[in-house]
DNA sequence: CTTGACTCTCCCCTACGGGGGAGGTCTTAG
DNA sequence: CTAAGACCTCCCCCGTAGGGGAGAGTCAAG
């Protein structure tokens, strides 16, 4: 099938087809004489992988590795495991990060409540927050 | 003093005052005869409250909006604990988010350990992933 | 044979906060 | 006076996953 119905099957835009392309996830089986791509149908399949690594983030340039991992005749699941460890690292860092900052706008917000906005000091820009630094 | 200096005392880059200065948050008092940024001892403390702004999660354009409405005369506290708020609720939200990623995560791992990989289907990429659906 | 839908490549654009470097001017110490 | 170092503007670059549109070739139905 061509492009445009595979992206239709797919329920996604021609764009995005394109782009898979391009960055190795989702290669056309073939090129018709004219330079069409051509796909078969465990392009579906395909795409619906890419869509759920992606889902549980994994980035497309890894998605590539595990996928020529595959295509190689390995099995990527030790790699896909890593893949997911990391982010889940990465991951508990970023909520932990976001959990701090969280906490510092609920500080802020209890000091501001107190605060007198008549009394702001003319000097500063905000005492909400530069007295917080 | 010029921008060199003040970059150097503030600990960090003349691009980065430059770009402040592009934006915005960060005005130099005056230019020179010859084009050159020339600043206060204010501007110091300025830059301090940009950087505290960042810190709790404010952009610069934000940023921007908070010290035009001092340089008005106003005070800006019931702006920013407005922004403050907004802020909260994204980050609220995006916490949320990651968590329930992160939760998939830890889903996904248990089922790798359960699964056998010399059984993986050889017609997906991987099962780990694919059956995760 | 023509027309309209489809496809191709190529290039610029998005958010965000700057970094890198070119090419030209200014200042200041020796 | 001259040379180094500081400064100026302008333009392109990063990451991520595409979107928008130009200009040109291709395919199918009427």
Request: hydrophobic share 40%; charged share 35%.
């Amino acid at each position: 099938m061509r492009i445009g119905e595979l992206a239709a099957r797919a329920g996604t835009s021609v764009k995005t087809i394109r782009y898979y392309d391009r960055v190795g996830v989702l290669r056309p089986a073939e090129r018709g004489a004219s330079g069409y791509r051509l796909y078969g149908e465990d392009a579906l399949e395909r795409y619906r992988f890419v869509r759920a690594a992606q889902a549980v983030g994994l980035r497309l340039g890894e998605i590539r590795e595990v996928i020529a991992l595959r295509d190689r005749g390995e099995t990527p699941c030790g790699f896909v495991v890593d893949l997911i460890g990391r982010r889940a690292a990465e991951l508990d860092a970023r909520i932990a990060e976001l959990q701090a900052l969280r906490d510092e706008l609920r500080r802020l917000d209890r000091r501001a409540r107190r605060l007198d906005p008549r009394r702001c000091d003319p000097g500063l820009v905000c005492h909400v927050i530069d007295a917080g630094t």
